[in-house]
T-cell receptor, first 114, second 115 residues
Framework: DADVTQTPRNRITKTGKRIMLECSQT?????MYWYRQDPGLGLRLIYY???????NKGEISDGYSVSRQAQAKFSLSLESAIPNQTALYFC?????????????FGPGTRLTVL | AQSVAQPEDQVNVAEGNPLTVKCTYS??????LFWYVQYPNRGLQFLLK??????LVKGSYGFEAEFNKSQTSFHLKKPSALVSDSALYFC?????????????FGTGTRLKVLA
């Protein structure tokens, strides 16, 4: 079984709808991240969390919110989706000393907002 | 502010030839540098990292990278390319001496290995 899972893998929705993307991990890591990937822009950090009580904004948090329900679960919500939020979304985790440790990525969620 | 640049959108190389994927960075403190690979419909996978020590770092699948402090570069290399190496490659940097825990990713370089 994959260490980092994301659901759904693909989603098409309409402008104005609320969407939740879910991420679960079995690696026992405290640190979790949400990124979006756009062609030519690489990965950009949306939110990150160092433990259940710690949530931090990344470089592009506007229009998004997150919830860390448990150590193993980190959800990303789009309260009112808009077309420019069409992208590939990745969840990632890392160990305690994230400065030294690599990140482990989920398979991604492809979101299309019409 | 920290940043990372991958100057080539795409690199083409013949199978069996050496390959290089370029990455340059800018941080105010000591750099922590990473390479990741993304295969189609998959998440990013870690290849290798430089934290400190030997400037030549060896990683997965026969890849290596050379840290060059004077040129602020961390180019990814492989002596003999395989068709299966075709993928999207990302360089990432973190400022090791600042208070931030954020990684900055490059825009990615698509590697095509031609049979």
């Amino acid at each position: 079984d994959a260490d980092v899972t994301q659901t759904p893998r693909n989603r098409i929705t309409k402008t104005g709808k609320r969407i939740m993307l879910e991420c679960s991990q079995t690696k026992g890591h405290d640190r979790m991240y949400w990124y979006r990937q756009d062609p030519g822009l690489g990965l950009r950090l949306i939110y990150y969390s160092f433990d259940v009580k710690d949530i931090n904004k990344g470089e592009i948090s506007d229009g998004y919110s997150v919830s860390r329900q448990a150590q193993a679960k980190f959800s990303l919500s789009l309260e009112s989706a808009i077309p420019n939020q069409t992208a590939l979304y990745f969840c990632a985790t890392s160990g305690a000393d994230s400065a030294l440790n690599e990140q482990f990525f989920g398979p991604g969620t492809r979101l299309t907002v019409l | 502010a920290q940043s990372v640049a991958q100057p080539e959108d795409q690199v083409n190389v013949a199978e069996g030839n050496p390959l290089t994927v370029k990455c340059t960075y800018s941080v105010s403190g000591n750099p922590y540098l990473f390479w990741y690979v993304q295969y189609p419909n998959r998440g990013l996978q870690f290849l290798l990292k430089y934290i400190t020590g030997d400037n030549l770092v060896k990683g997965s699948y026969g890849f290596e990278a050379e840290f060059n402090k004077s040129q602020t570069s961390f180019h990814l290399k492989k002596p003999s390319a395989l068709v299966s190496d075709s993928a999207l490659y990302f360089c990432a940097v973190r400022d090791g001496t600042s208070g931030t825990y954020k990684y900055i990713f490059g825009t990615g370089t698509r590697l095509k290995v031609l049979a």
